[in-house]
């Protein structure tokens, strides 16, 4: 039987990371509706603009001294390497980033900054040469959401949130390889069970929302899910371990358009002053469109913006155009 992570782990992991992460505020967005108030928890706050930072320091915490001996192994589209990175230069580790090609070239360049070694991957690579790397050189790998630490230390997030606001009765949280919402879910749940935590997709990159529906874990080919203009929801599949967190504590997945996901992007620079990349922007959107995908119109409602590492030429182009974002070559921004 897999044992999952429980709340008592997340604790420890927020003991762990607290002198390294920033306990981000549960933000009132004043627009919202006045039956369905909204707070904003913007992990797109933290040092490394995305709320990996926190599994990443919980996991290379627990392996310090293997890590310092023997440097460290990750591959990510951008958010957990930097934050990997950033851990890496912090500690005075070496570390070797794995990216995929479609990478966002601002997510590479802030990589290249804290000094890690990139390797750039066809996807279909992403997610095994790292492991091969681990293998050929004695690296600790440092999983981006397949690992009870990493769970862990994402389920800080819920933790804050039911401190800040212990009588939420909805919490969206963004879904890709699915360490965020199965740390976040177990964390709520343990703590208040009547809330109701919802994961958003967008819908070229439903994968975990097929396998919540079909109740066994489904896997999509990189052809599939990087049409999404969300690269940090690129994923092929959730990972074994979230998965067996997010059927038991996951109330529903809802998915996202592209057009909505942009838009949420421009509203919230506009209307909450937050900068969010497409992959944080999903549960706003989501939040938006309650009445076309059946979340509740009623109570009160936080959305995690997950990250703010937006490419500057795609925000611009959000914000200039408005109302005409879906002229947007989708595929072009990411190049």
Known sequence: MTELVTLDDIRAASERIA??????????????DPDRPLWIKPESLQPTSAFKLRGAYNKISILLPQARERGVVAHSSGNHARAVAWIARRLGLRAVIVM????????????????????????HQRDTRAFELADEHGYVPVPPYDDAHII????????????????ADV????????????????????LRSETLVIGVEPELASDAAQSLREQRRVV????????????????????????EHIRRHLDGIVTVSEDEILDAMRRLAL????????????????????????????????AILSGGSADPRLLAKVLLDGNETEQIDHAGSNS
Request: glycine share 10%; charged share 15%; proline share 10%.
């Open 19 to 32: 002198s390294a992460t920033l306990r981000t505020p549960l933000l009132p967005f004043d627009a919202a």
């Open 100 to 123: 995929p090609d479609t990478t966002p070239p601002n997510k590479v360049a802030a990589v290249e900054r804290l000094g890690a070694e990139i390797v750039i991957v066809p996807p």
């Open 152 to 167: 862990a230390g994402q389920g800080t997030v819920g933790l804050e949130i039911m401190a800040d606001l212990p009588d």
């Open 171 to 190: 919490v969206l949280v963004p879904v890709s390889g699915g360490g965020l919402s199965s740390g976040v879910a177990t964390a709520i749940k343990a």
């Open 220 to 243: 999509w080919e990189p052809e599939a899910t990087y049409r999404t203009v969300a690269d940090g929801l690129r994923t092929t599949g959730l990972g074994v371990l979230p998965w």
């Open 271 to 302: 209307d909450a002053r937050l900068v969010a990349e497409p992959s944080g922007a999903v549960t706003f959107a989501a939040y938006r469109a309650a009445a076309d995908n059946g979340l509740p119109t009623t109570g009160k409602h936080v």
